[in-house]
């Protein structure tokens, strides 16, 4: 049985990722909940956004790290993260708005299994 992740990513968003990092170097993800396309994962260079104290930590999609506001986290923590890409305008900070795609993120619910699988 594998392990559960709290993040993943779509072949085609990881595969979209990988030509990012082709072309920028690495890369990070952080979601905020905020008023600034706060539910899309916003993708920066490494290192040029930067991370505190109120941020979680969810795992790695295609090597990249990927954060989320605490507070947001909070709703989403018994969901599991799904990176996609789809075609249109990214969020006006993320790193892939001019390639005429955008990350979005879609979730499901754990199973309990699952949940009990993190906590372990």
């Known amino acids: 049985m594998s392990p559960v992740n ?9 595969a979209f990722i990988d030509f990012l990092k082709e072309k920028h170097g690495p890369l990070m993800f ?7 396309d706060g539910s899309s994962p ?15 930590l969810l795992g790695d999609i295609a090597e990249t790290p990927f954060y989320m506001n605490a507070a947001q986290y909070d709703y989403w923590k018994h969901t599991q993260i799904i990176v996609d890409v789809v075609p ?16 979005l993120t879609r979730s499901r619910v754990f199973t309990k299994d699952e949940l009990e699988e993190l906590r372990g």
């Open 6 to 14: 709290r993040v993943e990513a779509t072949e085609e968003a990881r």
């Open 30 to 36: 952080h979601q905020s909940g905020g008023c600034c």
């Open 42 to 56: 916003m993708c920066y260079q490494a290192g040029e956004f930067l991370i505190g104290d109120s941020d979680v």
């Open 88 to 103: 249109g305008r990214g969020g006006m900070f993320s790193i892939e708005g001019p390639e005429g795609k955008r990350f």
